[in-house]
């Protein structure tokens, strides 16, 4: 059964690095989603995205983040300088038609130290 | 702003017997539920959904009621099994906002007892 599927499934950083969180989204699938969860809180939705381009954002979503699909199948979603409550689960999600069920990934756990 | 509230963070039931579980929500332009079940260390998967237009959706085992005047949904496991423990997720979307972005609930962790 297809899968969306992430990378890596854990990542540490310094606080202040940048680092990059990979998909790969279910490959017939044109929506693309980012969201977090902080540990103990909701699932929150940071960003969709469709026809290369954002089609929707969080307030969280501030210019320390941005996303890319760098090719027919990554979709990456970028934190520049990262700052210690940035550390949650992120995970990517997909699906064919905005109005269908979204498919998520197994999530990336970060951890900005 | 709680748009989406699951307002019992638990709920424990016996094996066979039945689970509701419940969502409210504040948010009438909503026109588009789902559930999804998360394990540990895994992302939510997608259970069941219901729009607007209907009050009952049900697929095998899991039912889903809308109730759009009370603002109102929930999800009926029936019966029970162990396998069925997780955190359930209530989520609501606008169709008309056309990006599918999802707004979920706390999130209720069912134990299913054997």
């Known amino acids: 059964e297809p899968e969306v599927t992430q990378t890596p499934s854990h990542q540490v950083t310094q606080m202040g690095q940048e680092v990059i969180l990979r998909c790969v989204p279910i490959?017939?699938?044109?929506?693309f989603y980012w969201y977090r969860q902080i540990l103990g809180q909701k699932v929150e939705f940071l960003v969709s995205?469709?026809?290369?381009?954002?089609?929707?954002k969080s307030e969280i979503f501030d210019d320390q983040f941005s996303v890319e699909r760098p090719d027919g199948s990554n979709f990456t979603l970028k934190i520049r300088s990262t700052k210690l409550e940035d550390s949650a689960m992120y995970f990517c999600?997909?699906?064919?038609?905005?109005?269908?069920?979204?498919?998520f990934g197994q999530g990336t756990r970060l951890t900005v130290v | 702003d709680q748009q989406v509230k699951q307002n019992s963070p638990s709920l424990s039931v016996q094996e066979g017997r039945i689970s509701i579980l419940n969502c409210d929500y504040t948010?009438?332009?909503?026109?588009?539920f789902l559930w999804y079940k998360k394990y540990p260390a895994e992302g939510p998967t997608f259970l069941i959904s219901?729009?607007?237009?209907?009050d009952k959706n049900e697929d095998g085992r899991f039912t889903v009621f809308l109730n759009k005047s009370a603002k109102h949904l929930s999800l009926h496991i029936v019966p029970s099994q162990p396998g069925d423990s997780a955190v359930y997720f209530c989520?609501?979307?606008?169709?008309?906002?056309?990006?599918?972005?999802?707004?979920f609930g706390q999130g209720t962790t069912l134990q299913v007892k054997p």
């Open positions: 999600a997909s699906n064919r038609d905005w109005n269908t069920e979204a498919f």
């Open positions: 490959s017939n699938h044109l929506y």
């Open positions: 995205f469709y026809n290369n381009e954002i089609s929707e």
């Open positions: 948010n009438s332009m909503f026109d588009y």
């Open positions: 219901i729009s607007s237009i209907k």
């Open positions: 989520a609501a979307s606008i169709f008309s906002s056309n990006t599918g972005k999802l707004i």
